[in-house]
């Protein structure tokens, strides 16, 4: 016996191709169960018709030759496990998951999916001051700048922050810790975001207590630090916070500081015109992950999660997907 190929059917005889276009389309606003209960379909067949979507989006996309890429792990499940999110920071969207942990060989394959005519137009690398990813860009790309990724940087100062509010809290007598207790938020938070009322307990906090008010101005004033356009600039603010914490008695900020000075160079590459590019999309896209993980309360196909990840930032399919096969 023989069966004829038919480009419009899927391998699954139960679907036509043309039909996953609409329901992975649903899949993208909506849980695959809600999707299911609508369509009056099983599960397993919404997450087979949404993979084909995915994978049609995902190949007409391609995998571009980045200029300037952003590098993260993203937690897939409890215990550590951790994947490789790289994304092109020109196009906006994340290009590359893969790997099983945080050795250094996992790094090298994206490398590998890139091929070496791509990687050889590679100009620079966003990360953060892990040591992994760095030994395989000197290896695979000599020839990309590193620069470091503001917002770890930043979380390390809102960390030191905490550590501050925690040691006042501890020191004060019962009647002074009423202004500290439970504005943790508020400290870590920029005042424009807050609320009226956050405003005024920020401000009511400032004024109660002066090491408190002094490490809440140290943390909002060192973002300003990736807005220079010259490394020298960049340099002579960082060394006029570093030599104001002699006298402060900050042991957290020194920390960060000490920190921020072995790591300097992947640091003052972004104040260069030519290194600017958009650092919050990596944060943007981890928030994006969590989003996906929750609507599916976990994904135990990592192939799906990776097409999820890939694919979300990708326009949606047109309908003229329709005449072409998969």
Partial sequence: MFVERLDWLAKNPRFTQRFAMP?????????????????????????????????????????????????????IRKGHDYRIVVSDLDRRRPI?????????????????????????RLQLAAMDMGQPFRTSLRRHAPQARVIFDKFPIMRHLGDA????????????????????QGQRYTLLSH??????????????????????NTAYLLKESFGQLWD???????????????????????????????MIDRHWDGIAAYCHPENKVSLGLVEGLNNKIRVLQRRAYGYRDEDYLKLKIVAAFLPPLTRSAEKDPL
């Avoid at 649903?26 to 087979?48: F, Y």
């Avoid at 490394?231 to 002699?246: D, H, I, V, Y």
């Fill in 96 to 120: 590359w998951v893969g790997g099983k942990g945080r050795p250094e060989a996992d790094r090298a394959l994206f490398f590998a999916t890139l091929g070496a005519n791509k990687t050889a």
């Fill in 191 to 212: 005042r424009e975001t807050l609320s009226l009322d956050g405003r005024r307990s920020l401000a009511k906090l400032r004024k109660a207590n002066k090491r408190l």
């Fill in 23 to 75: 329901v992975g389309a649903r899949c993208r606003e909506r849980t695959n169960t809600a999707v299911a209960k609508a369509e009056r379909l099983h599960d397993s067949t919404v997450k087979d018709l949404d993979r084909l979507s995915l994978q049609q989006q995902v190949a007409r996309a391609g995998l571009p030759a980045p200029r300037a890429i952003g590098v993260d792990e993203i937690a």
């Fill in 161 to 180: 922050l905490d550590t501050v509010r925690r040691r006042e809290y501890r020191r004060r007598a019962a009647k002074d810790r009423a202004f500290i």
């Fill in 228 to 258: 220079y356009q010259t490394e020298g600039g960049a340099r002579a603010f960082f060394t006029r916070g570093k030599q104001s914490l002699k006298w402060q008695r900050l042991t957290s900020y020194e920390k960060v500081a000490a």
